[in-house]
């Protein structure tokens, strides 16, 4: 017979942490390798991680905003140093 806490031990603390994380990670590592943030918010892994909500309130968390942000930056100086290297040659 499972308690008042559905047979979860985290349930006192809500929605477990870790599940967010993985998400995150996901998706910035799938940013990082240059596919577009609309391409990856379809991914059959991201819809079964969870609803819409869950999968928004990931995205709007300001960790993901800050990395998304980072692989932009990256990306755009990478590609900046390319341009360079191209005129001077």
């Known amino acids: 017979m499972k308690g008042w806490w559905h047979g979860n031990p985290y349930f ?3 929605p ?4 967010e994380a ?11 390798a240059g596919r577009a943030l609309i391409d990856i918010l ?9 609803n819409e909500s869950f999968c928004w309130r990931v995205l709007q968390h ?3 905003i800050a ?21 001077h040659v």
């Open 12 to 14: 006192v603390f809500g």
């Open 16 to 19: 477990r942490p870790f599940r």
């Open 22 to 32: 993985r998400l995150r990670a996901y998706i910035v590592r799938q940013h990082r």
């Open 42 to 50: 379809q991914d059959p892994y991201v819809r079964r991680c969870g």
């Open 62 to 64: 300001p960790d993901t």
């Open 67 to 87: 990395a998304l942000h980072a692989n932009d930056v990256r990306a755009f100086e990478r590609t900046s140093a390319e341009l360079e290297q191209q005129r």
